[in-house]
C-alpha cells in the first residue's frame, strides 16, 4: 500500500518560511519522479515543482521559482519543499504525488494534504 504523508504546513506572515516534508512508503521511492501541487480555496489544483530520480533536475511553476526549491533525500524517501518570501497568494493546501519517470506517465499517488496559509 502505498503511502504518502506530507507535514510542515502552518500559519505565516508574509515574508516568511515554511519547509514541507513529503515521506512516501509502499513503492520503490528512488525510482520516481517527486512533484509538488496546490490547490487554493475556490482554485483548480496546479503544479508547483518536481524533482526527477536520475538526474535530480528540478521543474517550478513561474510564480514560485525564485522562492522555491524541491529536493529530495533517496536514503529517507522523503521529498521536501523549502519555500520562501512566502506571500498570501501561496495560501493553499499543498499535496505531493509520485510518478513514473516515463513520457506520458501521470501524478498517480497522493497525499492527504498540508495547509499552507500565509497572511499579509
Known amino acids: 500500500q502505498v503511502q504518502l504523508v506530507e507535514s510542515g504546513g502552518g500559519s505565516v506572515q508574509a515574508g516568511g518560511s515554511l519547509t514541507l516534508s513529503c515521506v512516501v512508503s509502499?513503492?520503490?521511492?528512488?525510482?520516481?519522479?517527486m512533484g509538488w501541487f496546490r490547490q487554493a480555496p475556490g482554485k483548480e489544483r496546479e503544479f508547483v515543482a518536481s524533482i526527477r530520480t536520475s538526474s535530480g533536475s528540478t521543474e517550478y511553476e513561474d510564480s514560485v521559482k525564485a522562492r522555491f526549491t524541491i529536493s529530495r533525500d533517496n536514503a529517507k524517501n522523503t521529498v521536501y519543499l523549502q519555500m520562501n518570501t512566502l506571500t498570501p497568494e501561496d495560501t493553499a493546501v499543498y499535496y505531493c504525488?509520485?510518478?513514473?519517470?516515463?513520457?506520458?506517465?501521470?501524478?498517480?499517488?497522493w497525499g492527504q494534504g498540508t495547509q499552507v496559509t500565509v497572511s499579509s
Open positions: 509502499g513503492l520503490t521511492f528512488r525510482y520516481y519522479t
Open positions: 504525488a509520485t510518478r513514473w519517470p516515463t513520457t506520458g506517465a501521470k501524478y498517480d499517488h
